[in-house]
T-cell receptor, first 113, second 113 residues
Framework: DAGVTQTPRHEVAEKGQTIILKCEPVSGHNDLFWYRQTKIQGLELLSYFRSKSLMEDGGAFKDRFKAEMLNSSFSTLKIQPTEPKDSAVYLC???????????FGPGTRLTVL | GEKVEQHESTLSVREGDSAVINCTYTDTASSYFPWYKQEAGKSLHFVIDIRSNVDRKQSQRLTVLLDKKAKRFSLHITATQPEDSAIYFCAASKQSNYNVLYFGSGTKLTVEP
C-alpha cells in the first residue's frame, strides 16, 4: 500500500506569492491532517478533515491558510499571500476514523524569500 | 486546550544503556498518548502508544508508562542502538476531540557507540 504522498517536496516562493501544497492520504483513511513543523514552534495543527468535512482548523492560521479536501483521496493547502515567517516544513497525515495512529507524509519544505 | 510538555530537549546515552523520555499533559480528559520518531531528514512515524485504561505497555525494547494522577507519561528504551538516534515526540489526544494530537516539543536522542 502506498503511504501518504506530498508534492512538491520543496517549494521556494517570493513574499506575497500564492502557493498550493498537495497531499494524497493512505487509501481508505477517513481522517486527514495538515501540520506545520518549525524548530521554534514545533508541530502545529493547521487543519483536520474527517470524510472531507473540516472538523478543526488552527485558529491562528485561518487568515492566510486554506485547506481543502476535494475528494477522499486528495487535499490541498493554499497559503495566500506567503510571508517569510511561513518558511517551515508542512506535513500531511492520515488515519482511519476511530483509530488514532497517524501516518505522516514526507513533508513539503517551504522557503519564502 | 491541552498542553504537552516534553522535559528533555536532548538526551545522550551510550549504546546498550537505557533511555527515558518524560512528558506531562494538562487536560485530565486526555486518554490517548502516542509516541512518534523522526529520524534526521525524514518524517514522523509512529512507534508506540498507550491508552488511559492501562498504565503500562511494552513492545520489544520500548515501554510506555502512564501515571494519570500525575498526568505524566514516559517512553523507556532498553538496550539502545545507534539506529534509535532520532527526535522523539510525545503527544496526547482526547477521545472527545476526534483524532487531534497535541505534540510535545521533541527530544533529540543520541546513542553513542
Amino acid at each position: 500500500d502506498a503511504g501518504v504522498t506530498q508534492t512538491p517536496r520543496h517549494e521556494v516562493a517570493e513574499k506575497g506569492q500564492t502557493i498550493i501544497l498537495k497531499c494524497e492520504p493512505v487509501s481508505g483513511h477517513n481522517d486527514l491532517f495538515w501540520y506545520r513543523q518549525t524548530k521554534i514552534q514545533g508541530l502545529e495543527l493547521l487543519s483536520y478533515f474527517r470524510s472531507k468535512s473540516l472538523m478543526e482548523d488552527g485558529g491562528a492560521f485561518k487568515d492566510r491558510f486554506k485547506a481543502e479536501m476535494l475528494n477522499s483521496s486528495f487535499s490541498t493547502l493554499k497559503i495566500q499571500p506567503t510571508e517569510p515567517k511561513d518558511s517551515a516544513v508542512y506535513l500531511c497525515a492520515s488515519s482511519f476514523q476511530g483509530a488514532y495512529e497517524q501516518y505522516f507524509g514526507p513533508g513539503t519544505r517551504l522557503t519564502v524569500l | 486546550g491541552e498542553k504537552v510538555e516534553q522535559h528533555e530537549s536532548t538526551l545522550s546515552v551510550r549504546e546498550g544503556d537505557s533511555a527515558v523520555i518524560n512528558c506531562t499533559y494538562t487536560d485530565t480528559a486526555s486518554s490517548y498518548f502516542p509516541w512518534y520518531k523522526q529520524e534526521a531528514g525524514k518524517s514522523l512515524h509512529f512507534v508506540i502508544d498507550i491508552r488511559s485504561n492501562v498504565d503500562r505497555k511494552q513492545s520489544q525494547r520500548l515501554t510506555v508508562l502512564l501515571d494519570k494522577k500525575a498526568k505524566r507519561f514516559s517512553l523507556h528504551i532498553t538496550a539502545t542502538q545507534p539506529e534509535d538516534s532520532a527526535i522523539y515526540f510525545c503527544a496526547a489526544s482526547k477521545q472527545s476531540n476526534y483524532n487531534v494530537l497535541y505534540f510535545g516539543s521533541g527530544t533529540k536522542l543520541t546513542v553513542e557507540p
